[in-house]
């Protein structure tokens, strides 16, 4: 058994891909099929050319509600000089007459005519030459200037020309289209058909969505991001039930899938451990041609080809082009899946469609915080993007391939292509965009201090249009991020052990030079976060001090230069109590939901945060201190920010934070700083 | 009866219809349903805040195959002096022993563990102590690094955190959206209902898509197209069938509409004309609010509001909140059509599905031809969009309301506000873009005279995902447009009547100081295009001005600077015939097909063209001369067009030309002059 997986380059895997499938007469429009022309093409690929089978407009058409006259007969007139024309009432004209017929807009121009007058450009007469209101119908018409020929006509063919092309093959069918092809005299459409992907769920520790969940139970919730993926690209995708860690049963799931599908998708299993099978299962039903890609997240990648059906060929013999269904072991990790679908999965689609690739636009941006990567690899990191004054930053997210948030937040995915071991805040990257540059130039970049007022103001904002990227990296964090230049604002909540003030001296200190206006925006508690029903009896600092010597009460902490630190570092200080005595003074999180996250676990019994985190997780909360938590805003920034300071005064939003608990809102929105 | 419709500005109008939908209270989310989290939930709009139920992962999880240790038993353990671990086979640790235990990916951490060992840094040991391949049960493992905390552990809530905020409200659901849901303890989701738009096509007129046409008769595509804007935006689109012009009836299946549905488009019947009756229909059953907008194309656009259902409610008397039902009079003109439901129905869809409005990405271009608009309306002109070296450039394309193709060939709308009474060639323009900038990166822009051939290339092209966008021009004003930089490449075919050559003159002529590359694509026959079995008799030009004097043969010439305009003029003063004779020498039209339009409806009994433009409609052809077609190049487009001088040589693109009539390919490709 094989531990280590040989991870080739990802041109060559995708190549190598490629040439299976051309060798088995796969790298093409798998097969056409014509549909009605109705709402159900949206979206579908055209399979040929599309010729124009009549002429649009079939005849000659009136423009305009008016009257068919012939140009040479309206010559001479005049405002001062009118000319009459008697209307036809029968189809041929009369010789040696002036005339002219009344036609709608989109009506055949009578063959004898040759221009349209617009009716409010005529005067009615009646029999006795007198103006009349019968519009359709007078006896004759009176015009004082004269027309060209061919005016307020749409001539035969002026929007489609029998036999002209209307759409080439590979398009992929919009509104206007639909409309076009139907002018052009056809009332169905040759498209391709969509692939078919079987998705297979593999895994004993997998559980449906939605099931009650023990220790070691896994959701499966890849099936629905890879089938949403399919459909997005064109395909129509199968999901199957869970299937056990069971050799046999996977390879008897996936000869079942192979007969009625283009594709198999294997979901989990690719990896070489002692219950991924996948390598395996492709092995017996046909060949691998690939186990391993140097791709981050995603490496252990299997792309194969299988025999459809149960027939009986023996695989060590049998020529490629026997193996007609292709077959790719997706690695388990969400974010690895879904690349892997979009990186090997799009292509084939794409080629099976007929249609060009999905492309992402490419912007360059410049990165918020150095990026390590392994040389080897091509690293796809997701980041957000922003544009704070006229630089578009790019800000790494979480790198867990299992953090499928990082995807859900992410406005771009970046490349560190293999032979970079990584690149260094300041500089430029390109990113592939997954949002517009418009709605990117309407995210509000947010970073400093956590505070769970932040989603809620997402949650607002994005009713007012705009979007709230925040990343948490403590309050000194923000404000030296402000200074670069790489966000809108900062939440900070530093107090000052000098002068008992918040902010005003750390934002002196961080950002000269800066003009800011400082904003509370709320008033908080902070306290001890404990377990349920505080099972350690924990009362104050004082406690956790004297009971950590004998190392019975673990204390998680939060990272340097966050404000809820420098509150433990000034009490402990203010108590006479060395950060020595407390155990885990050490081990640090990053955010309120961090230490509450880590006493509900069990990993530490208590730590110092805000009562609205205990209270998420369901924990006690042990109040000690009140502290004021300020946005601080460079000056620069406040007109962009006007949506935020709506907020501020806004009634439903102070109602939504006051249901917090521990939150104080009447500070809200009082102007703390404002430099000139 | 009102024959002049009284236009007020499009955001006069907008306000007035929004403000009409809050005082009927329906200014909001429709209505709010539950759905099943499955792939159907893709594009679906969130219709509240999304908050975590439970974390993700809701233990801490091993994220490698290794074995679960205590850090603290680790250390000290290096290369020279191995630490020994003893295999747990219960779940609980032996008192005072250095232990460990094997786990897969996802397995759960036990509780007295708190990091993991990858299994390739680790050594299995038998019961001897020798190394085995027993990899999951081992008797010992013996390890030479030590390990820190929390290593290759997945932290209890490293993903999700219990009731954080997943998604805010009014989210479009994305692929990995569904992931997270459904990660976050989901099974479920409340989503913003569809709107359910009623399209009520109304005209005597009218008569399905693949009906036999008559003269007269229109192809009811409308609500093809409409429809399938609706569902594009979200929403659901009955289509009625075809109603004629009859007032009551009319007013019958509006009320119809009415009960089932959140919004009715009554398209065409929206002007002031004798069988308009779509604003009395609005009248009788409502309250028209608009009729008429100062917007192009479409402003005869009538905004109201109806009572729902056959109830009998006096609408004199009626406050709106009585007419729950917006309605549109959508103007008939196909391009009217699509822009009146992008410009007023979109917002409506956004706000009733609670999402933001669809925004297209805005880009400056530059204008290639003059824009002459109405002073007192905001004028949506529909333009190609090409990058030429480094100029973004916006060529209008036609005007008409009814010439659909010019959505479909549109790359993006620009916007002539109203005060503007037109824009200059060279001026810069914002122009909203249908297309990514990647897209419009890759369109070859072609310019000059008019060739059946560049339809084929056109096809050629897609397929190696290029995209070309011709402009018709004629000859010499390609050559114009090569100078401003405006195109790629130019179809040329002017003879010299001094030298009898092709092109080479012109172009040192129209592009001076300007290096090209010139290419022949195709030799080509021109004559004359005359209806089917010739009637007039006709076999020559002197047959031609000859009859012409007794004004019996009426021709149809091509515009100035054309190579077939020169073409003609060489050989007529060959000829010693003065163009005088010729009756409708300055009757223009632009293309082949335009002078084979003419000829077969009529319009014309003659005209020089090219045999492929008679074959296309069926017309005969009298071939006259021989003549070459060229594409000149500027040399610093070379590279860029590589795709089309693959084409010159590939064998499939010159069959597919020389299936069209009169096409000689054995010139395809030859250089006839290049540029040092």
Request: charged share 20%; net charge negative.
């Amino acid at each position: 058994m094989s531990v280590y997986l040989h991870d080739i380059p990802l041109n060559q895997a995708q190549a190598k891909f490629q040439e299976a499938l051309q060798d088995a007469d796969l790298w093409r429009v798998l097969s056409v099929e014509e549909i009605p022309l109705d709402e159900n093409a949206l979206g579908r690929v055209t399979a040929e050319p599309i010729w124009a089978q009549i002429s649009s407009p079939h005849y000659h058409a009136s423009a305009m509600d008016g009257f068919a006259v012939r140009a040479e007969d309206t010559v001479g007139a005049q405002p001062s000089t009118p000319i009459h024309l008697r209307i036809l009432n029968s189809q041929f004209p009369i010789p040696n007459s002036l005339i002219a017929q009344y036609v709608d807009t989109g009506d055949p121009l009578p063959d004898w005519a040759n221009a349209v007058i617009p009716i409010e450009n005529v005067e009615s007469l009646d029999e006795n030459n007198q103006i009349t209101n019968a519009i359709r119908k007078p006896s004759s018409i009176r015009i004082r200037a004269s027309v060209t020929p061919w005016i307020h006509v749409r001539p035969l063919g002026e929007d489609i020309v029998a036999t002209q092309l209307v759409l080439p093959a590979g398009h992929i069918l919009r509104p206007v289209d639909l409309g076009a092809i139907a002018a052009s005299g056809h009332q169905s459409i040759k498209v391709s058909r969509k692939p078919k992907v079987a998705i297979l769920p593999t895994g004993s520790e997998l559980v449906p969505i939605g099931s009650k969940l023990k220790s070691g139970d896994i959701l499966e919730y890849n099936s629905l991001v890879l089938a949403s993926q399919i459909k997005q690209m064109g395909g129509e995708a199968t999901r199957y039930p869970i299937i056990k860690d069971d050799f046999d049963l996977i390879c008897e799931k996936v000869l079942e899938a192979s007969q009625t599908h283009d594709l198999i998708l294997l979901n989990a299993g690719s990896s070489a451990g002692a219950e991924d099978f996948s390598a395996k299962v492709v092995e017996k039903l046909g060949q691998v041609l690939v186990h391993g890609v140097a791709v981050r997240p995603g490496h252990p990648v299997i792309l194969g080809m299988v025999k459809k059906g149960i027939g009986n060929r023996n695989s060590e013999t049998t020529p490629i082009s026997q193996f007609p269904i292709p077959i790719i072991g997706v690695p388990g990790y969400p974010v690895s899946a879904s690349l892997t679908v979009d990186i090997f999965v799009e292509p084939i689609l794409a080629k099976w469609l007929g249609r060009k690739q999905n492309e992402l636009q490419t912007e360059e941006a410049i990165l918020t915080r150095k990026i390590v990567s392994p040389a080897g690899d091509d690293d796809f990191v997701r980041v957000a993007v922003g544009k704070v004054g006229d630089k578009l930053l790019a800000a790494p997210l979480s790198r867990g391939a299992g953090v499928i948030t990082s995807l859900v937040q992410a406005d771009g995915l970046a490349l560190i292509p293999s032979g970079t071991q990584g690149i260094d805040a300041g500089e430029k990257i390109q990113v592939k965009l997954y949002r517009t540059k418009s709605e990117i130039e309407k995210t509000i970049l947010a970073i400093g201090s956590h505070d769970l007022t932040l989603d809620l103001m997402a949650q607002f904002l994005a009713e007012k249009n705009r979007r709230l990227a925040s990343a948490n990296v403590g309050s000194q964090g923000g404000l030296v991020a402000l200074r670069r230049g790489e966000a809108h604002f900062a939440g900070s909540h530093l107090l000052d052990p000098q002068t008992g003030e918040f902010n005003i001296s750390y934002i002196r200190q961080y950002m000269p030079n800066i003009k800011v206006k400082v904003v509370a925006l709320v008033g908080r508690e902070q306290g001890l976060i404990v377990k349920k029903g505080n099972p350690k009896g924990i009362k104050s600092l004082g406690d956790l001090a004297t009971r950590s010597q004998e190392r019975s009460v673990q204390f998680v902490n939060r990272q340097r230069g966050s404000g809820t630190r420098t509150l433990l570092d000034y009490y402990l200080n203010q108590l006479n109590i060395p950060h020595e005595y407390i155990a885990g003074y050490h081990q640090d999180e990053y955010t309120h939901l961090g230490v509450a996250t880590a006493v509900a676990s069990g990993r530490a019994d208590c730590g110092l945060g805000i009562a609205a985190a205990a209270q998420a997780l369901d924990l006690d909360f042990i109040p000690l201190f009140q502290e004021r938590y300020d946005l601080v805003i460079p000056k620069q920034f406040i007109e962009f920010l006007s949506p935020l300071f709506d907020l501020l005064v806004d009634s439903r939003f102070q109602e939504a934070v006051s249901q917090l608990k521990g939150y104080d809102v009447s500070v809200m929105g009082t102007i703390i700083l404002e430099d000139e």
